[in-house]
């Protein structure tokens, strides 16, 4: 095993381990016709995700604003079914939150941070770049998150559909950038999904070694 592969295992052992449960419930519920319950423990499962990466006080708060949704969906059951339409919602501005909190004053742009880690880029070259990339992966989380509610809830569409689109947009835009990436940069060869793997890989084992 590489330690790019090594690095990667801790990577998803760190960040998904904690939230596999609740993952895992989420999916047997929704298989067992429980769409309100899996939508409860799917909330769960996203709110460990990226619980990880808050500082403690807002780790309390997400917590405490779990226990009130589970609190309000105990009360009104009605509510965990509508719960389940949302949860794309919430991911969506959770997503558009992590990307655009990195573009704040003194803050260094997520997509910046990660091709530190990229010994074949030149991140002094490709600032302003990696900081409009940011910015528009931080964008385009927020334009999905009132389409998603539009669609989801508004028209009663069926939701796989709504989210296999979705899904090939972002892969659409996550590879489109690539082709952008090596045509502006073209001395610093070509730019890959794999490399951008790698990369981002040895950011978040960096900050976990931190």
Do not use: K, N
């Not at 808050?54 to 719960?83: I, N, Q, T």
């Not at 334009?143 to 559909?161: E, F, I, Q, S």
Request: proline share 7%.
């Amino acid at each position: 095993m590489t330690s790019g592969g090594a690095g990667l295992r801790r990577l998803l052992w760190l960040r998904l381990a904690p939230a596999l449960p609740f993952a895992g419930g989420a999916l047997a519920c929704r298989a067992a016709g429980r769409p309100g319950l899996a939508a409860l423990l799917g909330l769960a499962a996203l709110a460990f995700a990226l619980g990880q990466r808050l500082a403690l006080r807002a780790r309390c708060g997400l917590a405490l604003a779990l226990v009130l949704v589970f609190a309000a969906c105990w009360h009104w059951p009605g509510a965990a079914s509508r719960l389940a339409l949302l949860l794309p919602v919430l991911a969506d501005l959770a997503m558009a939150a992590h990307f655009g909190a990195t573009l704040r004053p003194g803050r260094e742009p997520l997509i910046a941070r990660y091709d530190r880690f990229d010994p074949a880029s030149d991140p002094a070259e490709s600032a302003g770049y990696t900081r409009g990339l940011t910015r528009l992966w931080a964008l385009l989380f927020l334009a999905l998150a009132p389409l998603h509610a539009v669609l989801l809830a508004g028209l009663g569409l069926p939701p796989v559909p709504v989210m296999a689109a979705t899904f090939a947009l972002m892969l659409g835009v996550f590879l489109g950038e690539h082709a952008v990436r090596s045509r502006r940069f073209p001395r610093l060869g070509g730019a890959t999904p794999a490399r951008t793997l790698r990369a981002v890989v040895a950011a978040h084992t960096a900050r976990h070694h931190a």
